[in-house]
């Protein structure tokens, strides 16, 4: 497995359920990279 390094920046367009799994399995892998989640969903992934 590799070693992503801390100056990793992910988007994830749109939210949802499948939006709150992409990060949680960006987080597994990436502890420090910054995520930002784009929608017009009224409620958080």
Not at 15 to 40: H, P
Request: hydrophobic share 40%.
């Amino acid at each position: 497995m590799s070693t992503l390094d801390n100056n990793n920046e992910y988007v994830i367009v749109d939210g949802g359920m499948v939006a709150g799994y992409a990060v949680n399995g960006i987080r597994k892998k990436d502890m420090n990279g910054s995520i930002l989640v784009v929608s017009n969903d009224a409620d958080v992934p």
